[in-house]
């Protein structure tokens, strides 16, 4: 009976120690985390957001999906996302593991947002050959083409913008580029603003047109600079067209430091506070100019017998 | 007054109070010896400061996060110290209470020394130095460093002023008494005594201008602290962003400068042998009021912990959790205990206010304010507002590098050297208020 208890004792201590040691290298997730689901659905708009910002975040580190070309980093080098035995894992457990991160790997609980997070794994998931309801974007096979152009066509009356992109082919002919995902930006203070809407993907002749949003401020005379480009350089290397077109809101700019205030330049200060200050200032010390001149007085006075 | 016990009958005379004063500003051996480790000190601590002039403020343990450490922590102590010079001349002097007199010039001599090495202590912590003149230049009315700039200079030339023109009179004796001073000095007393020879007219015109400046000191003095404390509190970060940070700064600046005082008048009497003149009742009366501002401060300190402490609003949970209990809970509570509550609890005991126990309970006084200021300024930074991560390691801790201890020790040494040169070139007590106080007649001889 000893014996057996002692050897049981033996036993779960080994137990217990071996699975510390796995777990040192292992990532642990909680349960009730694993068990989270993507509230985002799978819709390609999503997965193309999701894309973009995996590109900005993840790609330096983890390479591209499925190529397996990630930065060689060591001890644990980054995990190909879009492997398949990497994708049998949760959502909830990715989303754990991009929120805590671990080693070379950041935490991203407060850098990025949540749904940007969500979207990212929509866009991983896209990868899974298991998923039952696999979103399917049309295979679209473009012949090899040299010289890739992109044209833009802005009409200013209904607001409308439209992006040709074309190559020539090995024949010597011009043809329109399908299925390929376009953005459509326009500069704001910082950064860009994204208006692409939920479906920018060049149709069979190479066309893709967007609404330019009605209400969107621009300058005195309603400019602002567009940047059109192809989303993803994979395909045919950086592709962009900058221009400044008329379809902003005329806005006459307010710049917070031309008027008055606390956060304004030394000129630009309220009146109140110089008035203060330099009264303040001058009051106090023309009483000690008064006293110091006095003071030139005192020699004076010894002479003087009253 | 009435309720003060009776001074004891002394058989001074003016003669008497003249040698007694004078004797040991020539006749002291230590106080070269001082002068010349203090002097030490400040070369040796001179080279760190070289070393932060030509490697930048680097060197220091300041980084992003931190970027107001050990010297401006300093800076908030040396301008709470000063604040004692308009807290006895100044006010207790309006008011007319007669104790003060032979302290006052003290208080002054401490005022001075401190707000001048306030400012530059903020030059000490400047990686570009020579653009100090910036601030003047291309200063903002809307803000509080150019207001500070403007108060600290304004009270260091009042407090100076403070000190010199009370003395006149002295100086008029030193002229006389003092044959075996070098020849600058007798031009220096010569010139600063203004040809004062007490004609009654001189006497009312000089005390005339000392009454304006006394006053004048009030606003400047509460100004200065005042200031100084919304140098913090007029920003949004947790633990500085109150409304009680004014009064509060000027409450603990009492404190620290009734503490000070004490501490300089222990070594004055005994290093000048003094005991006729900073008798016990001084000491006595100092300790009734640095409990009645301790008292205050007490009151001020509950209001700014135990507020905000009872609502833990977002953001300054984090920040009271960490005082209370957490990094820095035991220099919080030792600045509290030893620095303030213990003090009052010793000090309504007649025996503590002798001279040696309270000079005693003072230093832990003086050392529980400065840490207390340490405590106001640092936690505060290492909580920025916007969630960083993946800073460096050294961004989320603040230790000061041996370059900034060394620096802060200069300016401490600094202040010793004004103190100690002040009160050999210039007599600590003053002669004549003490006669006239005493009911001795005066002569001045031209």
Redesign the interface.
């Known amino acids: 009976m000893k014996n057996t208890m002692k050897n049981i004792a033996a036993l779960f201590l080994i137990f217990v120690f071996s699975g510390s040691v796995v777990n040192a290298q292992g990532w642990t997730v909680p349960a009730s985390a694993k068990k989270k689901q993507n509230p985002y659905e799978a819709t390609s708009k999503n997965i193309s957001s999701g894309k973009k910002i995996y590109n900005i975040q993840c790609k330096s580190c983890h390479g591209d999906p499925t190529m397996a070309n990630m930065l060689p980093l060591a001890p644990v080098a980054p995990t190909d996302l879009g492997a398949q035995n990497f994708l049998i894992q949760s959502d909830g457990e990715i989303f754990y593991k991009v929120n805590k991160g671990q080693g070379a790997m950041p935490a991203f609980e407060k850098t990025i947002s949540d749904e940007d997070k969500w979207m990212v794994i929509a866009f991983l998931r896209s990868f899974d050959k298991n998923k039952k309801v696999k979103q399917q974007v049309a295979e679209v096979k473009n012949p090899e083409v040299t010289d890739v152009k992109l044209e833009l066509n802005v009409n200013e009356a209904d607001k409308t913008m439209l992006a040709k992109l074309s190559g020539v082919t090995k024949k010597g002919k011009r043809v329109g580029l399908q299925g390929i995902e376009m953005s459509f930006l326009v500069k704001r203070s910082f950064g860009y603003l994204d208006v692409s809407g939920e479906d920018p993907y060049t149709n069979e002749s190479g066309d893709v047109q967007i609404q330019f949003p009605k209400d969107l401020p621009g300058d005195r005379e309603g400019q602002v600079n567009m940047l059109v480009k192809v989303t993803d350089d994979a395909f045919y290397g950086n592709l962009e067209e900058k221009r400044v077109v008329t379809l902003g809101v005329p806005t006459d700019p307010v710049n917070p430091l031309d008027e008055r205030a606390m956060w304004g330049t030394r000129a630009n200060a309220p009146i109140w506070i110089i008035v203060t200050f330099v009264g303040g200032v001058l009051a106090i010390w023309s009483v000690i100019f008064l006293v110091l001149f006095q003071m030139i007085k005192l020699p004076k006075l010894a002479k003087s017998k009253d | 007054m009435n309720d003060l016990p009776k001074q004891k009958e002394t058989n001074l005379s003016f003669e008497k109070i003249k040698k007694d004063i004078l004797h040991p500003m020539q006749n002291h051996k230590g106080l070269e010896l001082w002068i010349v480790f203090l002097i030490t000190v400040i070369s040796v601590c001179g080279w760190a400061y070289y070393i932060q002039l030509k490697d930048g403020l680097g060197v220091t343990g300041m980084r992003d996060y931190v970027s107001w450490g050990l010297y401006i922590a300093n800076f908030v102590f040396f301008v709470a110290v000063s604040l004692v010079g308009m807290l006895i001349s100044s006010i207790l002097g309006l008011l007319r209470i007669d104790w003060i007199t032979p302290i006052s010039r003290i208080a002054e001599i401490i005022a001075v020394a401190f707000v001048a090495v306030a400012g530059l202590v903020i030059v000490l912590d400047m990686g570009r130095p020579d653009r100090v003149l910036n601030v003047m230049i291309?200063?903002?009315?809307?803000s509080p460093i150019?207001?500070d700039v403007?108060v600290i200079t304004?009270y260091l030339?009042?407090s100076a002023?403070l000190l010199i023109?009370p003395m006149?009179p002295d100086l008029a004796i030193c002229k006389k008494e003092l044959t075996k001073a070098s020849p600058i000095m007798k031009k220096l007393y010569n010139i600063l005594s203004?040809?004062?020879?007490n004609?009654?007219?001189?006497h009312k015109?000089?005390h005339?201008?000392i009454r304006?400046?006394m006053v004048?000191i009030v606003?400047?003095g509460l100004a200065i602290h005042t200031v100084t404390s919304w140098l913090f509190a007029a920003t949004l970060r947790n633990g500085w962003d109150t409304t009680i940070f004014g009064p509060y700064f000027v409450a603990g600046a009492f404190v620290a400068g009734s503490a000070a005082l004490i501490i300089a008048m222990y070594f004055f009497r005994v290093n000048y042998k003094l005991q006729d003149y900073i008798t016990d009742l001084q000491f006595d009366k100092m300790g009734k009021l640095l409990v009645a501002v301790c008292l205050v401060y007490l009151y001020f300190n509950l209001n700014e912990f135990l507020v905000p402490g009872y609502k833990m609003k977002t953001g300054d949970d984090i920040h009271l959790k960490e005082l209370f209990y957490g990094n820095w809970a035991i220099m919080f509570w030792a600045s509290q205990l030893l620095g303030n509550i213990i003090p009052i609890i010793l000090l309504v005991n007649k025996k503590f206010r002798k001279p040696l126990p309270i000079m005693i309970i003072s230093l832990f006084v003086l050392a529980g304010a400065w840490f207390k200021r340490y405590v106001i300024v640092i936690p505060t930074m290492l909580h920025p507002h916007l969630?960083i991560?993946?800073v460096p390691e050294n961004f989320v801790h603040y230790y000061p590098s041996a370059i900034e201890i060394s620096v802060t020790v200069l300016s401490f040494a600094l202040v010793l050297l004004i103190i100690t040169v002040l009160s050999k070139i210039f007599p600590v007590v003053p002669i004549v208020e003490t006669a006239e106080s005493k009911g001795i007649e005066v002569k001045i001889e031209?």
């Open positions: 291309h200063g903002r009315f809307q150019l207001w403007t304004t030339t009042v002023l023109l006149i203004l040809g004062y020879i004609t009654p007219a001189q015109h000089l005339k201008m304006t400046l004048l606003p400047i969630p991560q993946n031209a």
